[in-house]
Nanobody, 121 residues
Framework: QVQLVESGGGLVQPGGSLRLSCTAS????????MGWYRQAPGSQRELVAS???????NYADSVKGRFTISRDNAKNTVAVEMNSLKPEDTAVYYC???????????????WGQGTQVTVSS
């Protein structure tokens, strides 16, 4: 069993900041990559940022220069620092990870339950 738990969502004014964290737990052999997706009402789920096991980040064009993703391999945690937030950043943010479980040979993608981020004045 593997699960991802997010924290840090909430309400913030435009221009403000939030830090989202996600911790993976369970029968984990190796986490190859972790990241964040978001889904706004009426929109498709989209990649926000991801980071590989060797620390290479990838960002959506809409968040480059404002968001910073990081991970702590020892704690199986990924975080994203979101600065200069805009109303269009409002969405449910989902933690995502590509993980090999200790009791499985193949790896697969796991998802958190999501955390709401609302940017409004």
């Amino acid at each position: 069993q593997v699960q991802l738990v997010e924290s840090g969502g909430g309400l913030v004014q435009p221009g403000g900041s939030l830090r989202l964290s996600c911790t993976a737990s369970g029968t984990i052999f190796r986490i190859y990559a972790m990241g964040w997706y978001r889904q706004a009402p009426g929109s498709q789920r989209e990649l926000v940022a991801s980071i590989t096991s060797d620390g290479n980040p990838n960002y959506a064009d809409s968040v480059k220069g404002r968001f910073t993703i990081s991970r702590d391999n020892a704690k199986n945690t990924v975080a994203v620092e979101m600065n200069s937030l805009k109303p269009e950043d409002t969405a449910v943010y989902y933690c995502n990870a590509f993980i090999r479980s200790t009791n499985l040979v193949a790896s697969r993608v796991y998802w958190g339950q999501g955390t709401q981020v609302t940017v409004s004045s």
